[in-house]
């Protein structure tokens, strides 16, 4: 089976001057827009890391707060003539 097909297409895109023709078109189609598309996707992914944050941050508070809610681990005490 053949899985470095699919790869060799893309090394040979990236090579030939193809892609200036397909950035060409990219900057025309979406020149005005570019600047505003690259502040939204800075602001999404500003947004995205202080969301993981604060999840990490609460993983964390709720972690130490479970271990300070358990009692310290004691051992029993049985005695065995209690038992009939």
Sequence with gaps: MN?????????NLFDSPDLL???????????RRLPEM?????QAITGFKKGLSEVDSEVKTS?????????????AKH????EP
């Design 21 to 31: 023709v397909i950035l060409a078109l990219g900057l025309l189609i979406f020149g």
């Design 79 to 82: 005695s065995v003539s209690d």
């Design 3 to 11: 899985l470095h097909l699919p790869l060799a297409f893309f090394n």
């Design 63 to 75: 972690a130490e707060g479970s271990r300070k809610a358990l009692p310290p681990a004691t051992t």
């Design 38 to 42: 690259g502040k939204h996707m800075g």
